[in-house]
T-cell receptor, first 109, second 111 residues
């Protein structure tokens, strides 16, 4: 049973057109994370929530925003995607170790 | 800041061979260390988690060891199979809910 679910699996968006990626979890974990992973690179942390406490990484572009309306759901909003934002976006929760979703592959054209 | 390094970056072995993947980290003050597998275009699948008080964990053909004092972990894969071909990532969990990934080892098992 999937415990961290990301939608959609694939997303193509136009340059500058806002896009929202979603993540839900059934683990009831307090901490949720968003990572960006570009080809052949390690995942890079964008931000994380400890419950509703939002923590932004210093080098996360302002173009990236996040919302967590409740424990189960977390959203990644990219306000004006650029070509350089083409990547895999991974959502994760932490309890006993990390559990990742299957990711959303975003392509900006 | 924690730095996690994985060597080699790529490894190619014939089917049936036993192999070891290496992970080193600079800050030994970790809660745990986790090994993941990532298939191309997919998310990360957790393989093994070793708590800081543990020395090793085993799951099937996989065995992971942890030596905090030397800042090293190894992932041992016995009797490799083509289906083991993937990128293997190690990551440490440090204080402040900080999770640091290595750059990964790309493994190819040749039939």
């Amino acid at each position: 049973d999937a415990m961290v679910i990301q939608n959609p699996r694939y997303q193509v968006t136009q340059f500058g057109k806002p896009v929202t990626l979603s993540c839900s979890q059934t683990l009831n974990h307090n901490v949720m994370y968003w990572y960006q992973q570009k080809s052949s690179q390690a995942p890079k942390l964008l931000f994380h929530y400890y419950d509703k406490d939002f923590n932004n990484e210093a080098d996360t572009p302002d173009n990236f925003q996040s919302r967590r309306p409740n424990t189960s759901f977390c959203f990644l909003d990219i306000r004006s995607p650029g070509l350089g934002d083409t990547a895999m976006y991974l959502c994760a929760t932490s309890g006993y170790g990390y559990t990742f979703g299957s990711g959303t592959r975003l392509t900006v054209v | 800041k924690q730095e996690v390094t994985q060597i080699p970056a790529a490894l190619s072995v014939p089917e049936g061979e036993n192999l070891v993947l290496n992970c080193s980290f600079t800050d030994s003050a970790i809660y745990n260390l986790q090994w993941f597998r990532q298939d191309p275009g997919k998310g990360l699948t957790s393989l093994l988690l070793i708590q800081s008080s543990q020395r090793e964990q085993t799951s099937g053909r996989l065995n992971a060891s942890l030596d905090k004092s030397s800042g090293r972990s190894t992932l041992y894969i016995a009797a490799s199979q083509p289906g083991d071909s993937a990128t293997y990532l190690c990551a440490t969990w440090n204080t402040g809910n900080q999770f640091y990934f290595g750059t990964g080892t790309s493994l190819t098992v040749i039939p």
